[in-house]
Each structure stands twice: as C-alpha cells, then as structure tokens.
C-alpha cells in the first residue's frame, strides 16, 4: 500500500475516529474494529458512496464479501454482505465494482493500480467538468485514465434516462458532445463515452461484450499516437520478422546509427552456402571501405566548390557516410547489403524476393500509417458507444 493514505483505501462514512495505527493493526483486529462500526455505514449516498478501494480491503483484511439483489417489485435492489452483515449500496457503485473486477484482469490495466489498490488519479469517480457553450458544471461517473491528459468516460444509465419526448437522447448527446468539445478542464481530456445501461447489469454476456469493446477502446487509443506500433506492425505483415521489423523502424528513426544486427539479416537471407555468404560479407565490407575513403577525400575544396552559388541562402552540407560498424548496419547499410550478386543465393527466385525485400519494408510502414489514419477517422467518429443499447 505504498503512498496511499487509509483515506483512500476505506471509505469510513460516518464513522469519525480512526485508531492512529490501524493499518498496522493485523486484519484480525481491523476485522473486529469494522465489525463493531458497521451499523453506521451508510453506502446508500452519493457523498457516502461504496468505494472500489473499499470494497477490496474488506475483502483483503478476511471478510467474506458478497453481493446479494432483491427485487422489490417495481426494481432491484443492491446490497454488499460482509461475512452476515448486509448493506444496501447504489446500483451504480455495483456495477463499478463489477466493471473493475473483470477489467483489471487485462495486462494495460495493470498501470492503475498500486498493489492491491486502485491509484485515486487513474480512475476519477463522479468528477465535475466545466463546459463552456452550457456555462455549466456536468458530474460524470467514471474517468479512466488513458496517457497524459486523455481520458475514457462510463457512464451508467439507470432506466431513468429514457425520455420519451427524448428517444434519440439528444440532450444527453449534447451534454456528452459538449463535454468532450468544450471542456473547461484542460487536464481532463474526454475522448470517448462508453454507455452502460441498467437494464444490462444482469446480462452476462452483453457485459462480457462491453468490457472487451471499453479494453479495445483503450489500447486503440494508447496506441494511436505512437507511429513506431503501426509502422513495426506494417514491415512485420511482409517480412514476419517482430524483433527484425522493430529494428529497422528504428533504423529509418534515428538514421545512420547502425542498429541492425547483420546476423538477422542473413538468416532471412538464403544463400548458397556459408563460403558464398562470407564472400558476401568480404565484398560488402570492401565496398564500405571504399565508400569511407571516398568521403573521407570529400575536401574542404570540394565544398567550396560546390558552394559557388548565386544563392547565398544555400547551405552546402557535408555529411559522413555510415553503412557499418560493429557488425550492425544502418537503413542505408541495409540497402548496401542486399545488392547482392545473384550467384550467391541458392535460386533465382531468392534472388528476386531479396531484391523485393526495400519495397516490402516501404510498402509496410505505408500500410501501417494508413491503418493508424483510419483509425483516428473511425475513433473520431464514433466518439460515444452504447447509448442506444437499452
């Protein structure tokens, strides 16, 4: 539980004293202590609410934790049972903690947690946001936490929100479009509503549904701002090569810094055998030799020369030429590379599929920026989900 306060773990209501010690108390005596207070919790409150936090440290500390729904006739009602005692709850603090439960199992959620508990700042619960074309404050339920400033709005819908002189929830759509367009807070970011409706909360599978298409949401948008994904993605669709495919991204990124181990390349390459290879190898180096001592002749008259221009603003620039080093090639070493005589490899057909492999690489990083492109069209576009499955 390091640096989360007994505040943020347990939701005390209306209990007022808190032993000074009591998290180094053993869960026997907090079990006992919170025994002896449960008659004046009331978890039936917004401001009085059930806490996800809450709820894991009775269960942590050895309660036996159950939820128990009685229908009363016109609708249910939600009750938590800690070991006999009952509780009644909010349908919505229900549903929270059965969205967590199931969402924290997937490996991205895992950063929202410290421990056993949930991190306050990764997932605010009814947390006001100020619009500017309404001038007004709106609650929403739930904020989960994407990067930076980005966030994922729940929102769970009691069967209360259907209007009947409102069946295409206009006004909810504005409230919800005004949020994510016109937000005063600028640390708080909505990019997505994902609705919930009560009338869902017993369905299992529409709720198992839910959880995958929310955790999808989430990945989509962490992924959709870093180029390299999509690009190692797009070269991997060609060459079927992860770790190969992330190294040549990072070839073309930082440009002339050789990265690319030469022993992966050639065991993409079939050659005709090991002398062949190694010949190879002897013509490639000799190649680079020769291409280091060309430059390295590039003189300071040569430039001078080249600089003898009617444009001022012309800068001349003398760059070196890296191809190798360190048996790691860089992308234009890459290109050097496999300009290979075709008596080395063990068919023709190897021979064109090697001289195919640059267009490959290109054709991938394309095809990855064009499927992050669409992407953002298709996340732009469907920036709420849900809201007419009631």
Sequence with gaps: MKNISIREIIDFSRIKSIPEKFLEMTNEDQKIYLLSKLKFVDWYKSIERLE???YLFYQNIGFIVNFEIINSGKFNQYFIKLDSYSIKIRIQDYFFIKFMNKLRKKSLIKKWFNGEYLELKKVLV???IY?????KSYRVDYLLHISGDNYICIEFFENAHKCRD???FKKEKNRMYS???DSDDRYKKILLFGIYWETKLNDEKYFKNYIKNIYQKIKEYQDIENEKIWCVRGINEFI???LLSNLIYDAHDDDGIPVIPLNDINSIIEFRDEIAMNNHIKNFKEDVKQAELENNNFNDEDIAYLDDSDNEDEIIEHKKIILYDDNKLTLQGLSWYLNINKKYLKSLTIYSEIRNIQYQIMKGMVSGLKKQRDLIINLENNKII?????
Excluded: C, F, Q, S
């Design 166 to 168: 409102d069946p295409d």
């Design 131 to 135: 619009t500017h074309k309404y001038d």
């Design 240 to 242: 079927n090569r992860p």
């Design 386 to 390: 849900g809201l007419y499955d009631y």
């Design 179 to 181: 949020l994510i367009n």
């Design 126 to 128: 009814e947390y006001p």
């Design 52 to 54: 996800y936090n809450t």
